[in-house]
Structure formats: structure tokens, C-alpha cells
């Protein structure tokens, strides 16, 4: 298959839907407040039922695969099929998967979510770097090469993360600082948007990173029931030269699981970004 | 399920099987090697030779998630049985997945492979410490009050883990010296080894990690096929009063596919060890 480039996908899914991705996470919760059962049948219903509602009206659609693996073989047949789905449906499927590793290991990781033809293959990952940037090689070049893209843990909305992403290295520089000077190196000066993106709360507040470089785009979760309002993404990242990619998902989901109800949700989600980036 | 706590249940394997951990790593070549296809069959035949092979006589069996999420849903099905025949054979299963994530996402990753009754549940797994030491509470409590344990991320043995494993916190400790805090403060005073141990790779020499108070054990790997020997075990944990649980993969299932031949590989892996151990 020949794919165009992740970065001009992404900038023409969003100029032709809106600024937004949408998290599916059926959490145990989720499913009993849209009255299905805490099983398989109810896990596929509710994704399913997601990706019917917004599908083809949301820029990216974003599988939590933690909710899938919590059911074995059985969710991840699930999630095959809907990663099938959202592509079909013409969105952008991100799958959330955190993997990380090296070597031999990290390739099969690669080939696993960024290879043409593996069943979980989506257009989109998000990889977490404790082994090291550079341990993620093997997922970043393949991406680039198949017309897909990875999104690179850097900073995180919650309270713990800073143990780890606010240490500073030997030159003083914060780890987080780190993943995202590395993943500008990779997307270079390209025209279009680079394949590597980061991960970055949007009720991160000021931290004194600098997004500027990074000619990527930023997965900015957080927003609703996290906490965080579409005017801190103008606080958090005015200054980024890169697109911000707002996620949202209880605040979209909770409206369900009648289709209108979660399709409006969605619309109220998109224009309070796209207000808040225009405000900014 | 009563299950024993884990660190005792880890003590007792080792007490009568001698210390190692075996790694079922099914990548290509090794399934090339075997004369196996490479594709869901030979995993499938790969993964359960080294069980029948090694689950009667080794402490630790370690799948490698990645290599059968490559096949999709799958792949995760021959997990799902590798895991039931490790325990079956009286092993330990350890599956390394380096999952690591916030709040309810964590929590499902925790059903996932440490609630009794999961089918993709193992006595222990590996985690990532990315997103903070505090993000994976879900899974550290689960373990807990399963019998199960959990490795948490600290030193690896790839170069490239140390842009973020090297860096300091505000109070100028080592981010992998606070990885090991955190896991002793949890094990605690414990008569017993505790369930939360770390990984520390075999070749990372001297760095000044401490890992004295950890009152739990360490996954060691590196050793054969990634350049480090027994030896280095003495050198790296000498000072530890913890257990170290040196990994062996490529060094062991290269000798495969005859039987005998794999436990003989096994035999002189714990024999290596254990000469290694008593000289230091």
C-alpha cells in the first residue's frame, strides 16, 4: 500500500474534521454507565458503537489497548477489528499501546502495530522511552518508512511522572526536554509536519519546555475530566511551532451511548479547542 | 486461588531448581534456526518445545509479550497457553511486557495479567517507570494481594538507557536509584523476600546504584547473547542482600530444538551462575 507521509495525513484530517482526537477507553465504568455487560460482548459493543457514532466525523480515533488486553486474546480480536473499522470509517487510528524496549524486541514491537498487514497494525502509536530514545529506533523507522507515525512520552498530566521526566541529565538539560529535542532531530526541517510526535498533558502548566523545534505534532490528553480547559493548551504550548493534537475521552464518551448525543458531545469538544487556539 | 506471597514462592523455586530465568523469546531467527515457520504455527511449536523442554526443571520461565503481539490476537492466544503450560510444569511464569501507564488505564493493565482468573494472568511481570515509580501503584497492589510480583525498570543494560536511567533529580540521586527506592520502601522489612523487584541489566558495570535495602529480587539479563558473563553478576550486585535472577535467551534456545539439548544449555546456564556466586 502506499501511504502519504503521517505528518500530511494528520494536517489533512484535521483541516477537513477539526482539531480533536477522541480516546476509546471501555473502562469497566464506561460500560456499565452505557448499561453493557463488563465482558467482551460489551467491550466490542461499546467500541464499536464509538467508532459508528464519530468515525467519519473525528480527525483521529485513539484505542486504549490496556482496556482490550484486560480481556485476553478475545479484546485484542476486538481491537483488531476495531482498528479495521476506523480506518474504514476514514479517521486516524492511534492506537495507545506505551510499548518500549530494545532490540530485537523493540522491532517486534514495530512490526506488530506499524507493519502493512499485521492485524493490529494502526496508523499511529505511542511509545514511552524509559530505555532510551535511541531504543526506539526500530519503530521510529518504520513508521517512516510506512507512512505512519509515533507519539513519544514526554511529559505527563500526572503528579508522579516528575520523578522521572523533570531529573536532568549530565548537561543540566530535563529529560523531557530530551524526548523532545530527539524527536525534532528526527523530523529535521521536512516541509510538512515530521513523523514523531510527542505526548505532552495539557495540565502540564508552564515547565520551561520548548516545543518550538519539534516540526511534529503534540498529543495533548488531559483535557476534561482530567482537568485541564482548551485555553491551557494556549498557555502549555503557544509558543510550540507544531500541531496540538487536543485528546479527550470521558467528556466525550459520558455523553453516550445515544450516536446524536456523542456526535454533539464531539462538536462542543472540537470548537472549544479550535476557540481557545484561535483566542491564543 | 490462596497463593503463597511471591518473593517466597520465587525463594522456593530457586531453592530447588537452581538460579535462572530462561527467556521464550520466538523472534525470526530463532524460529528460522529451528527449522520452524515464521508465522503463528512455529511460535506456537517454538514456545511450547521450551516449555516441555525446561518448565520441570527451571525456577524461571520469561515469555516476551512482543513477539506474539506481532502475530495479533493470534499470537496473544498461544500466550495465553504458553502461560497456563509454565504453570502447569511447576515453573514460574515471568512475562515481560514493560507496561507502564496512569490511573484506570494502569488498573486494567493490572487486570490484565495479575488478577487471578485473567487469561493472560502470570505470576509476575515487568513494568515501566516512565510515567513515575507512583503511576504503577495499580499493579503493585494487585501483585500484592495476588501472590504475584512485579519488575519494575531501573538499569538497563542497552547504552542507550542511560539519557534517562543516569539522570538526576532535584536532590541529585541517580532517577534508577529512586526506581530502587521505591520498589525497598514497598517490600519494606519484610522476613521474606518482597513481590517488587527490578531489572538491572548484568552489563551495566559500575554505576553507583545501590541496591542493599531492596529486600527483593533483581531480573538480571544480558547475560550470553548480550556480552555480559557470570561474573559480571558479582561485580555489578555484590553488595545486594537481594536475589538475583541472572536471564539467559539466545544462549539457551540456540542449542534447541532437540531436548536434550536444551536442558543441557540450561544445566551449564545455572551451573555458570551459581560457580559465579559462590566465588564472589
Partial sequence: MTRQPYGDRLSA?????????????????????????PDVNGLERFSRAVVEALGDRVAVLKPQSAFFEAYGSAGIAVLE??????????????????RGDIGSTMAAYAQAYLSDGSPLA??????????????????????????????????TSNSEGRQIQHARTADHTMVAQTIIDSAAAVNGDSRGLGHVGVVAGATIGQTGADFTGLNGSILAPGLGAQGAVPEDLVQV????????????????????????????????????????????
Fill in 13 to 37: 484530517s484535521i483541516a477537513a474534521r477539526g482539531q480533536l482526537c477522541v480516546g476509546i477507553d471501555p473502562h469497566p465504568a464506561i460500560l456499565q454507565a452505557w448499561g453493557l455487560s
Fill in 81 to 98: 477489528r476495531v482498528l479495521a473499522d476506523v480506518s474504514a470509517a476514514g479517521a486516524i487510528a492511534l492506537l495507545d499501546v506505551k
Fill in 122 to 155: 494502526a496508523d499511529a502509536i505511542t511509545l514511552s522511552p524509559y530505555l532510551g530514545f535511541g531504543s526506539l529506533s526500530a519503530a521510529i523507522e518504520l513508521a517512516g518508512k510506512t507512512g505512519r507515525g509515533v507519539y513519544v512520552l514526554a511529559l
Fill in 237 to 280: 504550548f503557544g509558543s510550540a511551532r507544531a500541531l496540538v493534537l487536543p485528546s479527550f475521552s470521558r467528556e466525550v464518551l459520558s455523553a453516550g451511548p445515544a450516536v446524536g448525543d456523542l456526535r454533539a458531545a464531539a462538536q462542543r469538544a472540537v470548537g472549544g479547542v479550535e476557540a481557545a487556539l484561535v483566542l491564543g
